[in-house]
């Protein structure tokens, strides 16, 4: 069974979230505070992270710093209902999705999935190979991206993301059709969560050489990952 990692201060939640996760075939083990996860993930195999922000001894923020700073586990932060500022944030530190409190199982059962199945390359195409487009290239099967041969440090989403925008590069992809192939969700129009990581991913590319952006926001359109610019690569 695949591992997961539960870390909340509410201990019966807690408890039903593991007996329901356990029902989907995950096995869990739960923490009650922020202070033992690294710890607990050296100790241990697992396939994801579930992070509440509010925790005593050290909040959810911190934890993700330190598993991002050594980690690449994919991690699903739990958010207070309505504080967007929290669900930025993690999603600007790391995280590879959020859900808000109180929320049904299913969902979060949904999302863990989702996230696995980026995590893996499960995306149902076939001949998985190399996508490039000028100094950028993108591996599928082997999961990494180089950028003018630097290996770029890319989390599950913002690899998912890349992928999406270099196979229609040149051509706008809406904002609709990126969220439901990289987060694998009906789009809403309050959910910003597919902005913050384009911009995110945004960061870790650069500009081209000339100055201009590799990703371009068109209004009212979505995104385009621009080819590069005439005489150069870069």
């Given at each position: 069974?695949?591992?997961?990692?539960?870390?909340?201060?509410?201990?019966?939640?807690?408890?039903?979230?593991?007996?329901?996760?356990?029902?989907?075939?995950?096995?869990?083990?739960?923490?009650?505070?922020?202070?033992?996860?690294?710890?607990?993930?050296?100790?241990?195999?697992?396939?994801?992270?579930?992070?509440?922000?509010?925790?005593?001894?050290?909040?959810?923020?911190?934890v993700?710093?330190?598993?991002?700073?050594?980690?690449?586990?994919?991690?699903?932060?739990?958010?207070?209902?309505?504080?967007?500022?929290?669900?930025?944030?993690?999603?600007?530190?790391?995280?590879?999705?959020?859900l808000?409190?109180p929320?049904?199982?299913?969902?979060?059962?949904?999302?863990?999935?989702?996230?696995?199945?980026?995590?893996?390359?499960?995306?149902?195409?076939?001949?998985?190979?190399?996508?490039?487009?000028?100094?950028?290239?993108?591996?599928?099967?082997?999961?990494?991206?180089?950028?003018?041969?630097?290996?770029?440090d890319?989390?599950?989403?913002?690899?998912?993301?890349?992928?999406?925008?270099?196979?229609?590069?040149?051509?706008?992809?809406?904002?609709?059709?990126?969220?439901?192939?990289?987060?694998?969700?009906?789009?809403?129009?309050?959910?910003?969560?597919?902005?913050?990581?384009v911009?995110?991913?945004?960061?870790?590319?650069?500009?081209?050489?000339?100055?201009?952006?590799?990703?371009?926001?068109?209004?009212?359109?979505?995104?385009l990952?621009?080819?590069?610019?005439?005489?150069?690569?870069?």
């Amino acid at each position: 069974m695949e591992r997961i990692l539960v870390v909340d201060d509410d201990q019966e939640l807690c408890s039903l979230l593991a007996e329901y996760l356990e029902t989907e075939g995950f096995a869990v083990e739960a923490l009650f505070d922020g202070r033992r996860v690294r710890e607990k993930l050296l100790a241990g195999r697992f396939v994801l992270v579930v992070l509440d922000v509010m925790l005593p001894g050290r909040n959810g923020f911190d934890v993700l710093r330190e598993l991002r700073s050594e980690s690449d586990v994919p991690v699903l932060m739990l958010t207070a209902r309505g504080d967007d500022v929290d669900r930025i944030v993690g999603l600007e530190m790391g995280a590879d999705d959020y859900l808000p409190k109180p929320f049904n199982p299913r969902e979060l059962v949904a999302r863990i999935r989702a996230i696995l199945r980026r995590r893996r390359g499960e995306s149902g195409r076939s001949a998985p190979g190399l996508l490039a487009v000028g100094d950028l290239e993108l591996d599928q099967g082997g999961r990494s991206v180089r950028l003018a041969g630097t290996p770029l440090d890319l989390t599950t989403v913002e690899f998912s993301l890349l992928e999406e925008l270099l196979r229609a590069a040149g051509q706008p992809l809406p904002r609709e059709k990126l969220v439901l192939s990289v987060l694998k969700r009906p789009y809403s129009p309050f959910d910003r969560s597919i902005d913050v990581h384009v911009s995110n991913l945004r960061k870790k590319l650069g500009r081209y050489g000339d100055g201009s952006e590799r990703i371009k926001t068109l209004r009212g359109e979505g995104y385009l990952y621009a080819l590069p610019p005439e005489g150069g690569s870069q």
